[in-house]
Structure formats: C-alpha cells, structure tokens
Nanobody
Framework: QVQLVESGGGLVQPGGSLRLSCAAS????????IGWFRQVPGKEREGVSC????????QYADSVKGRFTMSRDNAKNTVYLQMNSLKPEDTAVYYC???????????????????WGQGTQVTVSS
C-alpha cells in the first residue's frame, strides 16, 4: 500500500527556515517522481518543486527558486524540502505526492500524481 507522510511543518518568523519531510512506504521512492505542493484556502493547489525518478533532477516554481531545495534520501525512502528565507506568502498546507509515470516536464502539475500525503501546515508570521 502506497503511503506518504509529511512532517516538519510549524510556525516560523519571516526570514526563518523549516525542513519538511515526506516519508514513503509501500514503494521504492527512487522509482517515482515526487512533487511538493501547497494550498491555501480558496486557492488552487500550487506546484512548489519536484524531483525526477532515477536521476533526481529537480525543478522549482519561480516563487521559491533560490530559497527552497528538494532532496531525496533513498536509504531512508524519504524526500525533503528545505525552505529558507521564508515569507508570509509561503504560508500554506504543504503536500507531497508520488507517481511512477509522471514526466519530468509535467512534474509540477498536481494532476500528474495519484498518491498524496495528508499535508503539513506551514505558517510564516511574526
């Protein structure tokens, strides 16, 4: 059974950092494309970053480039999202998603994923 569990969210001041984790079970993470998404009430889910299966190439939304870094630890079957220089507009529920067939060119699109975690809240506020 494919399962994704996010953790690491919380309250942080502007300019601060958080590291989100997405622990996978029931499948080998390296064989799947993984995406991080975020959503605020009343808005569509937004692609933040994604990592390609196998080669681990990443891509990022323009809004987070240079501030967020996505990485994968195959030994722990876990994906991370290191978030630095956080801004109030980064406040959202963050989700990770997985799919074995997602094309890298489409990996920031939420419609490309079949498996989702439950989400973790990130609040950036002073």
């Amino acid at each position: 059974q494919v399962q994704l569990v996010e953790s690491g969210g919380g309250l942080v001041q502007p300019g601060g950092s958080l590291r989100l984790s997405c622990a996978a079970s029931g499948f080998t993470l390296d064989y799947y494309s993984i995406g991080w998404f975020r959503q605020v009430p009343g808005k569509e889910r937004e692609g933040v970053s994604c990592i390609n299966s196998g080669d681990g190439i990443t891509q990022y939304a323009d809004s987070v480039k240079g501030r967020f870094t996505m990485s994968r630890d195959n030994a722990k079957n876990t994906v991370y999202l290191q978030m630095n220089s956080l801004k109030p507009e980064d406040t959202a529920v963050y989700y990770c998603a997985a799919d074995p067939t997602t094309l890298f060119s489409l990996c920031v699109l939420s419609t490309e994923y079949d498996y989702w975690g439950q989400g973790t809240q990130v609040t950036v506020s002073s």
